[in-house]
């Protein structure tokens, strides 16, 4: 930050510039009219004259310019009239601005030489020094900058991120707390928490981190998957819930029997409302926490036994029901069974239907095991259900969301037949498990297509849109799935004019009802197989084509399906499974093959209980840290695909060259990697020379994990 003066009016009016003058210049500065300004401030200012401030003045307004080699210059000057902290200062600033680290940084140490209790010099300079990745000198800079001014809530907030990134987890969190301390509600403080705790789960659990957890789950801004790690550790801590902890083999064994005795189970932990936001809106992707939600499920059914009232289970045990419904239905009941639990489900089934003597708890806990939606008459069971507050959450996403997408899917339209064999295999895996079921979108930034391609390829020049409608771009998602691209984009910017397909109607209503949800009105969607997407008629400007083409018989036949209703000129984003990041999967793949396992829902429980208790050295093994293994249609579209292809980077590379299209680059999931690329390669410093990403992804093996995600150009 640069430093202005306080002008002592009567003094410099004597000298040259009156206040009116100032003023007429700020005038024309905030008009735009920087060059104007600029000429009448260097016309005012006379060469020799003028106290300290006003020079102090003169170089800040130079800065707000950005002519910051003229406002070193001036700083320098008001140097020589008064040897100060404040114009060491300015100099810090500029060289800061001018991405002279070395300098900007012996500049702010002057600075705090002459007073050391400057505070602005201590943050600014902490502030280049993380800039420079010199972590330890920023985090004892923004430290003393909050010790010399402990309310000023955003030097907290920086110390906070430079001690996190330091990996100094703890020290982070007792900052963050200063920050929380005043601004216990703001969104930014929240996200704050959020991030740390998405890096680090190494805090113990006490009562004030459980509210500023509950706190970060309610905040709307909030990622809230940064938070499940966390929240899982805290409410499903051994100290919550005792005696489940014990049968670690719990899987393998399949033995309830430990659990179904009365076990101490501390259900005020239970009932913690991070728990529930927890198990009602994120998905639960660790094994250990599975087991132990697995274990509470079975002793809630058995315990129904007995007291169907519910009133021998626990204090509120409903609500935790409730949300242990919602997770079970997220996770499309991935859980293993025993045969015991089918039994008493299956007479429980019976007892819903009929309808007779039911409590809440036995409709809440037979929606731990099977999906409401799926009961005879369930519209009937929705209007008995829809006023009751306790269990809306479960209601919501188990009967109201699915009859809903019920209804929509009788109004899709179809684009075109499907006729193809793969295509009709494909279809029918995605009719029954649409994918991915999610729940809330990461927002991308709000940018229009032009500056989106700008900002991802600066290197392409303006005439780049020129053959092209990039205003607003008729946009094609082919494969849309369950709608989570089509939204994206669609959230980035309205001047998108899309049309999202795919095989699955189950897959676009539940896409439509999203859209709906999230009063989304420029994406039109379609029935369509996407080798016949010529049939339109349409050409269009940008497509996305993201986890499809290598569930194609011929993936080149879609790519050239796609490629001929692109506009000469446009744009396409593809994304494709890697040969070499999939081992593991391949190697679950053979697994299955070799033990038959089938990929109806009992098949694929059977199969990751199976997987869960290879050795750890088994190739298969580490499939289980995927996501993608904690749910039914995520675990089908993982590793029990009717038909996968993959690809290495030089294979891409022929196929773009055949297409005679343009590698633009890499949408690369990690931060760093074009970083360690250029490491590599410094020769090719925007990553676009396929042979090399070859053999870094050789060295790399997890670089395309989440598949070779790149954009291409068609020419003109
Ligand atoms: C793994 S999902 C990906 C969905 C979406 N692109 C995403 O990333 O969220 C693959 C989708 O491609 C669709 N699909 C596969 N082959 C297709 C084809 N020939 N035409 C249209 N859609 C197809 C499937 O129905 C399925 O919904």
């Known amino acids: ?178 920050a929380y301390a005043t601004h216990e509600d703001d969104q930014k403080t929240l996200a704050l928490y959020a991030a740390l705790f998405n890096e680090s789960q190494d805090f113990e659990y006490d009562a004030q981190l459980s509210k500023e957890l509950v706190n970060c789950f309610e905040a709307s801004g909030v990622n809230k998957k940064h938070l499940v790690g966390m929240a899982g550790k805290f409410v499903l801590h051994p100290a919550l819930i005792e005696g489940l902890t014990a049968p670690a083999d719990l899987y393998n064994a399949v033995d309830y029997s430990k659990i179904a005795q009365d076990v101490p189970l501390n259900w005020e932990g239970l009932n913690a409302s991070n728990l529930l936001a927890l198990l009602s809106g994120q998905q639960i992707l660790e094994h250990i926490y599975e087991l132990r939600l697995t274990a509470l499920r079975v002793h809630c059914l058995k315990h129904l036994e007995q007291d169907n009232s519910g009133a021998t289970l626990w204090n509120n045990a409903l609500v935790f029901i409730n949300a242990l419904a919602c997770q079970c239905f997220i996770n499309e009941y991935i859980w293993t069974e025993t045969q015991e639990e089918r039994d008493l489900i299956s007479r429980l089934e019976q007892r819903v239907i009929k309808g007779e003597n039911l409590t809440l708890y036995d409709i809440t806990i037979y929606a731990c095991y099977r999906p409401l939606h799926m009961l005879p008459r369930a519209q009937d069971l929705l209007n008995k259900l829809a006023e009751i507050q306790i269990i809306s959450a479960m209601v919501t996403m188990q009967l109201a969301e699915p009859l809903c997408e019920l209804a929509l899917k009788q109004e899709i339209k179809t684009l075109t037949s499907i006729d193809d064999g793969i295509s009709k295999m494909v279809k029918e895996q995605y009719e029954e498990n649409p994918y991915p079921r999610w729940i809330s979108v990461e927002r991308a930034k709000e940018q229009s297509f032009e500056a989106l391609v700008h900002f991802m390829f600066p290197h392409l020049g303006g005439d780049c849109f020129s053959h092209i409608n990039s205003e607003s771009p008729r946009t094609l998602i082919a494969g849309c799935g369950t709608g989570k691209q089509p939204i994206v984009t669609a959230l980035s910017d309205q001047g998108y004019d899309l049309l999202a397909i795919d095989l699955s109607a189950s897959s676009i209503a539940y896409a439509q009802r999203k859209t709906q949800e999230m009063n989304i009105t420029n994406i039109e969607y379609g029935i369509a197989d996407l080798l016949k997407i010529e049939e339109l008629g349409e050409q269009f400007d940008f497509i996305q084509c993201g986890g499809v083409l290598h569930h194609m018989e011929d993936p080149i036949a879609g790519w050239r399906a796609l490629d001929n209703v692109l506009k000469p000129g446009s744009f396409m984003v593809i994304a494709l499974y890697s040969d070499i990041a999939r081992k593991s999967v391949v190697a679950a793949r053979d697994f299955i093959d070799l033990h038959d396992y089938m990929s109806d829902p009992d098949g694929i429980r059977a199969c990751r209980q199976a997987m869960v208790a290879l050795p750890d050295h088994h190739p298969a093994k580490s499939v289980t840290q995927w996501a993608d293994f904690y749910t039914m249609s995520a675990c089908r579209d993982l590793i029990f695909h009717v038909h996968e292809q993959r690809f290495s980077v030089l294979e891409i590379k022929e196929i773009i060259a055949g297409f005679d299209s343009e590698f633009l680059g890499f949408n690369l999931a990690e931060d760093n990697c074009l970083a360690e690329y250029t490491k590599m390669f410094p020769d090719d410093p925007r990553g676009l020379n396929l042979e090399n990403w070859d053999v870094f992804e050789q060295v790399n093996p997890d670089t395309f994990r989440k598949m070779y995600h790149f954009w291409i150009q068609k020419p003109c």
């Open 1 to 178: 930050m640069f430093l202005l003066r306080c002008i002592d009016k009567k003094k410099d009016i004597l000298f040259m510039i009156t206040p009116e003058q100032l003023q007429t210049i700020e005038g024309l500065f905030q008009q735009g009219d920087q060059d104007t300004a600029l000429k009448d401030y260097k016309n005012l200012m006379v060469d020799g004259q003028g106290s300290y401030d006003i020079w102090v003045n003169y170089a800040a307004f130079l800065f707000r310019c950005g002519q910051y080699d003229d406002a070193i210059m001036i700083a320098k000057k008001s140097l020589e009239m008064q040897f100060s902290a404040e114009g060491f200062h300015n100099i810090g600033a500029c060289y800061d601005k001018m991405g002279r680290f070395e300098d900007s940084i012996a500049a702010y140490k002057k600075a705090i030489e002459i007073r050391p209790d400057f505070i602005q010099s201590h943050h600014d300079l902490a502030s280049v020094y993380e800039a420079v990745g010199m972590l330890d000198r920023a985090i004892d800079h923004y430290q003393i900058a909050t010790t010399l001014s402990p309310a000023t809530y955003s030097y907290w907030c920086r110390l906070a991120c430079a001690r996190q990134v330091a990996g100094r987890f703890r020290e982070a969190l007792t900052a963050l707390r200063f």
